[in-house]
């Protein structure tokens, strides 16, 4: 990426936008995937009240009523996380802000790893936001349950990211980039 002087209050608060939604949407994925899945759910309530047995259907009712409140916050940070990607790319277009080739071998390593990271960024996103909308939405249902794992994938896809996204900031740091850090929080 073509390095600014300094990072604008758009770029910045894109960018915060993008790094609140991202732990949001990974903590009520994991959420409703592991802890707070539907199965494990009407497993608490039927073993709470087994003196007053349920039918099914009324468990699934109070699973599903127990877990919307976590996964309206997952649809709200979705639509967060859709507007500042969309508004980041169309940001980064206009100002023509550019990201280092990372198949353009007469690049330093370290300047085709951070062009890697940024594409695996926008692609990770763009999968993510796109199977979600699928999924919301009902789009190409016949493949739905390929949709929804591939969308799932984003619980794996997600922990790489800021491990890599860590280790840039940490080797920028560390390089001629120094300051970057205090850059994209105070813009100075």
Same mark, same amino acid.
């Given at each position: 990426m073509q390095e600014p002087k300094k990072f604008t209050i758009v770029h910045r608060v894109l960018h915060w936008l993008i790094a609140l939604s991202m732990p949001v949407l990974f903590i009520t994925g994991f959420l409703r995937m592991f802890w707070m899945n539907k199965k494990n759910t009407i497993s608490i309530i039927e073993s709470k009240t087994a003196s007053t047995p349920l039918s099914k259907d009324t468990m699934s009712d109070i699973a599903t009523a127990i877990r919307?409140?976590?996964?309206e916050w997952h649809e709200i940070f979705a639509n967060v996380m859709i507007f500042a990607f969309v508004a980041r790319i169309l940001y980064m277009i206009f100002k023509g802000i550019r990201f280092p080739n990372p198949f353009k071998n007469t690049l330093p390593l370290k300047e085709r790893l951070q062009g890697f990271t940024y594409i695996y960024f926008y692609v990770f996103v763009f !999968?993510?936001?796109?199977?979600? !909308?699928c999924i919301e939405k009902g789009f190409f249902d016949s493949y739905h349950e390929t949709i929804e794992t591939v969308h799932k994938w984003g619980l794996y896809w997600f922990p790489i990211f800021i491990v890599l996204h860590i280790l840039g900031i940490v080797i920028a740091e560390n390089s001629t980039k120094k300051g970057i850090t205090s850059k994209m929080i105070g813009g100075d």
């Open positions: 919307n409140p976590m996964w !999968i993510s936001a796109f199977t979600g !909308i």
